[in-house]
């Protein structure tokens, strides 16, 4: 592989893509977006001191979120595209490599995704001047967000080079990035909801003075859902991926001051057992959980939904690599090729 080869290919696809108008247009109303999103975080935690660090996790999310509605459509007709307009077989020609061609087209892939992440750094700077950010949360969160880009990228370059119609590949590339995003929260649900056990709870009977009797329990059973069986269905969400792998910042009560923390700790309140509740009425010294508590006596899970996330990114960019290596023994009926 070359370097000049790798980055002339991304270079004539980022060219491609520059000269059209809508792409602007796209940026343009990503820009107006954040404009409209910033405002009203900033209203939301107006009453906070960590109101930076609020409106900042608001806005990552946000690029995360253009990421996944918008790269599909840029990267999952990169090779099958070519291939369509017989442009294609006119580099496979040249001294480039397919290694050249597969990494070029990922790095066009990326600079397209990646440049809403630039759209969106001066939003991501105005957050800071609400103060609280942490600068280990801002460098984590945007690595794993720059992550994220290569991730969805991959899948779509991988798609376009194993389908040979760029329609369905774009539209496979949705279904698998919309598996990641949505489908995981449907297994989650569903899962929970499916599996249910019965639940006991204990609690100090009163007397007729209104007293607690600390001599004897009253015992509820009833039947609920057991999320706790299937939290790990939520790991490879890319959401959950970049919430639990930032740290987490928390106000003195123990309450997490951003979007990271608060989906963290919905993930995390998720492997909590609900078999048994006991409130004891007798011990005073008795309290529930911080949000604090919770999330240091559970397990994460970001790196595991990343793995995930990096097997299939991976295996299907390895088989558009593949099916991309010339001399080709099979390839779909009319296709174009050196």
Known sequence: MSISHITTIARLELTQRLRSIS???????????????????????SWDDFAGAGVYSIVVNMVLLLVVLVSPTLSGNAINGDREAATLAAIQVTAASTGDIMIGKLLAAVATGGAFLVVALPFLAISLLGGGADALVLLVS?????????????????LSGLIARPLFSVATTYLVVAGLVIGTLIAFTLGGLAV???????SRPYDSQGNPDCDSWDTS??????????????AANPFVVLADATPTEFTKD????????QIKLGVRYAQQSPLEQRWDDCDMSQTSQTP??????????????LGVQVVIAGGLFAGA??????????????TRIA
């Open 142 to 158: 945007l690595l794993v967000l720059a992550v994220e880009i290569i991730i969805v990228a991959a899948i779509g370059v991988g």
């Open 321 to 334: 690599w593949a099916r991309t290596r010339t001399p080709a023994k099979r390839l779909p009926p009319g």
């Open 292 to 305: 604090r508590e919770v999330i240091d006596s559970t397990v994460p899970s970001w790196f595991v939904g």
């Open 196 to 202: 249910r056990s019965e639940a006991t709870t204990y």
């Open 221 to 234: 059973t009833y039947e609920v859902p057991r999320f706790d069986l299937v939290w790990w269905a939520l």
């Open 23 to 45: 792409w602007y247009v796209l940026l343009g109303v990503f820009a107006v977006v954040l404009i409209g999103v910033t405002v009203l975080a900033f209203a939301v935690y």
């Open 254 to 261: 123990g309450y997490p001051v951003d979007l990271f923390g």
